[in-house]
């Protein structure tokens, strides 16, 4: 996978486009909110975004260089996408207060693995990130969780099925061998999974929500 060279003008520029938000600034709406953490070049959310007019996208990205790319595609395609916004932010600062049980789904797609042990708290699925998406998501909303990497599939699981509050839905080693399966009828890609598919490589998914 090829590494993004760093725009250093990135943070400034991302605030001149009508789909970015601070996250601070960030007002919730009437429509169902689903939010993508960790959205990269935002094919997943502006494909949902144009396909579902009635949710409202909220991209979370850490990196500006990268939020700038999903910008610049919706302006070079001029994409009418006003039911989407991307903010740059890491996903442990989210306000849990203001986004208290106000998303309807939430998608983790192909998280950074972070293989080392001593790195296990900075993975998506980590317990304490879990303990942020229970308070942030509706009573029936839901976590969709898609990864490449066999690992971050086993630890996550692991955890989740260890916590009393956490329902597993779905799970799938084989995305694609079960692609008529209703969790997965819709599947939209993302730039990873692309890279992936094309490489044959298993897709993993998770699905849950808490009790
Ligand atoms: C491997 S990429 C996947 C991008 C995209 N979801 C896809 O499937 O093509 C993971 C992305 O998550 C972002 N990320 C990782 N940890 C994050 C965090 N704590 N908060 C916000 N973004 C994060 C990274 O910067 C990176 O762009």
Not at 57 to 67: A, D, F, H, R
Request: hydrophobic share 35%.
């Amino acid at each position: 996978m090829g590494r993004l060279r760093t725009n250093i003008n990135a943070p400034e520029l991302i605030k001149k486009y009508s789909n970015y938000v601070e996250l601070d600034d960030f007002k919730l709406t009437k429509k169902q909110i689903n939010l993508e953490i960790g959205c990269g070049k935002g094919d997943f959310l502006i494909n949902n975004a144009l396909n579902h007019k009635d949710v409202f996208y909220l991209g979370i990205e850490k990196y500006s260089t990268v939020i700038l790319k999903a910008l610049k595609k919706i302006e070079r395609n001029k994409l009418q996408v006003n039911n989407l916004l991307f903010t740059c932010a890491d996903a442990k600062d989210i306000d849990c207060n203001k986004l208290k049980h106000a998303i309807s789904r939430l998608y983790l797609n192909f998280s950074d693995p972070w293989p080392k042990k001593r790195h296990a708290k900075r993975r998506l699925t980590s317990p304490t990130f879990l303990d942020l998406y229970k308070k942030i998501l509706k009573d029936d909303g839901q976590v969709e969780f898609k990864t490449d990497n066999d690992g971050l599939y086993q630890y996550s699981l692991e955890v989740l099925e260890s916590r009393k509050d956490v329902k597993v839905i779905y799970k799938t080693t084989n995305l694609y061998k079960n692609i008529k399966n209703k969790f997965n009828k819709d599947n939209v890609q993302t730039e990873y999974e692309k890279k992936f598919v094309a490489l044959n490589k298993n897709i993993n998914k998770i699905v849950w929500s808490y009790k």
